[in-house]
């Protein structure tokens, strides 16, 4: 069973991706910011797909996403945010990130995103 | 007197008309009572009256005159502020461009607050209606098995039924066995008497040497052929013995094996192949049944699978729109710190109208408090790819790099 690590400063959105990736047989981790996600990351974790919030506490996910990809060279990492302009995106692109989703994504675009780029269950 | 100031300085006007408008009405008021009421009061009281009323006009125009110059002075002093070329409309102007700007997103908020939460109220609607039917179904399902429970338990007997044949089989088969090995003895016995037979055989045919010997003496001794004679008759008759018992053994054993064939093995035989037949049929109806049964259950099974897939994705399409709390949570933080700029520029302007201070700080406060909070509502524009042409239609919601 794949992994995947979920990040976001807001329980309600943790609560939503997990819900519907847990039923599209994924297991979940969470982090509720960016530092939290590097401290799993560093600790040995190896998830097979990272989807991040962008404005958080303490790390944003810009700066995850560019500590996460030293750590982890391949693995797709996805943004999704309310943020839904230009600059930004290019900004994520910069530092790593595979894709960009605008909130709110429903369940069904998002198994879709996720399988994607996170081929075979 | 000064000129209003550049702008929309509505509160000057009203504050220089209101000026005006009082100073005018005394000393109408004193010249009135002078003028018009001297001639009524005159009659009556002479000249001293219309005296009075000179005195009175004249502290009118001394109490106008008075007032313009403190109670006046006092309101001219009050709106010193307004009344000096101030900015005051530019900040107000920054501020209603401000609300505006809120004004018209918290409009978008509501609106989509309500487009979603009708959507989730959908979902469950959804969800408790397909959850509903697969209770249903469920049901139906507890029906059958509870109909197949008495199939299965009449499938149970029968299975005993066969299971009781086939344990006795073998006693059957044993006591064929020992009827057979029986025949065999039987048989064999035939075999020895085959034998003596062959013994016989062979002496007669001493004897019948003997008898060609003794035949070569006829002439002189005959009676020795009539005791080969005799001899030979009575190997005879043991012969004619063995053939008899030989065809007795037969004919008995012929007897035993056409009574057992044909007795009791024949109506053994029967039986057994009655009641197999009746268990094959049984068996048969048994494999049917469990042939619905597994078709049933199939069906079932893809019902189960189905209404679970349909529920899986209500949940999934719930949970997806429960994200838009997340978005009107950063809606709302994105509306605090700009109605908070708003109060600190509202209170600056009451210090610096108190201490009569250049508001031009505020101007570009206020301006800064718009530019920001329209770029930080720009980051945050909503995509919406599904309507080509609408705001954010140039951005996709999806975007793989």
């Known amino acids: 069973m794949k992994s995947i690590l979920v990040v976001d400063d807001s329980a309600t959105m943790v609560m939503s991706v997990k819900g519907t990736l847990e039923i599209g047989g994924y297991k979940v981790e969470t982090a509720a910011d960016g530092e939290m996600a590097l401290c799993k990351l560093k600790a040995g974790y190896k998830p097979d797909l990272i989807i991040t919030d962008i404005n958080m506490p303490k790390m944003d996910g810009i700066s995850l996403i560019r500590e996460a990809r030293k750590l982890l060279r391949f693995t797709p990492i996805l943004a999704l945010t309310t943020e839904s302009q230009q600059p930004k995106r290019d900004e994520a692109k910069k530092s790593g990130a595979t894709g960009w989703l605008v909130k709110p994504v429903g369940g069904a675009d998002l198994m879709k995103i996720v399988k994607q780029v996170l081929p075979g269950i | ?401």
């Open chain 2, 1 to 401: 007197m000064s000129n209003p100031p550049a702008g929309a300085p509505a509160l000057w006007c009203r504050a220089r008309a209101s000026r005006a408008f009082g100073g005018f009405t005394i000393a109408f008021l004193a010249v009135f009572l002078v003028v018009a009421l001297e001639p009524l009061v005159a009659p009556l009281a002479g000249g001293w009256a219309a005296r009075i009323l000179q005195i009175l006009g004249a502290a009118s125009v001394a109490v106008w005159v008075g007032w313009r110059g403190t109670a006046g002075k006092q309101l001219v002093e009050q709106e010193v502020p307004l009344a000096q070329p101030s900015r005051a409309p530019e900040v107000l102007q920054n501020l209603l461009r401000l609300d505006d700007h809120m004004q018209e997103r918290m409009a978008e908020t509501t609106l989509t607050s309500e487009k979603y939460g009708t959507s989730m109220v959908e979902s469950l609607t959804d969800l408790v209606g397909r959850s509903g039917k697969l209770v249903d179904y469920l049901a139906q399902a507890q029906q059958h098995s509870d109909a197949m429970q008495d199939g299965i338990e009449s499938n149970a007997r029968v299975n005993a039924e066969m299971a009781a044949f086939v344990r006795a089989l073998p006693t059957q088969i044993s006591e064929e066995r020992n009827y057979f090995r029986q025949l065999l003895g039987e048989v064999k016995a035939l075999s020895a008497i085959a034998g003596t037979i062959m013994e016989i055989s062979k002496r007669t045919d001493l004897l019948a040497l003997n008898a060609a010997i003794e035949a070569a003496r006829v002439g002189d001794a005959g009676a020795g052929f009539s005791v080969v004679a005799d001899e030979m008759r009575r190997l005879a008759g043991r012969t004619n013995a063995s053939a008899a018992e030989i065809e007795q053994t037969i004919s008995q054993l012929s007897q035993r094996v056409e009574s057992k064939f044909s007795g009791e093995f024949d109506q053994r035989s029967h039986s057994n192949e009655a009641e197999a037949e009746r268990l094959l049929q049984q068996a048969l109806t048994i494999d049917e049944s469990q042939v619905g049964m597994r078709q049933f259950y199939q069906v079932m099974m893809g019902a189960v699978t189905g209404h679970n897939t349909e529920l899986n994705h209500a949940i999934t399409e719930l949970l997806g729109t429960i994200q838009y709390q997340d978005v009107l949570r950063q809606a709302i933080g994105r509306l605090t710190p700009a109605m908070t700029a708003r109060g600190d520029i509202f209170l600056a302007m009451v210090d610096a109208w108190e201490s009569q201070s250049d508001l031009s700080p505020l101007v570009e406060q206020s301006a800064t408090a718009v530019s920001e909070y329209a770029a930080n509502e720009l980051m945050h524009q909503p995509v919406a790819p599904s309507a080509p042409g609408s705001r954010g239609s140039q951005l996709k919601s999806v975007e793989l790099f």
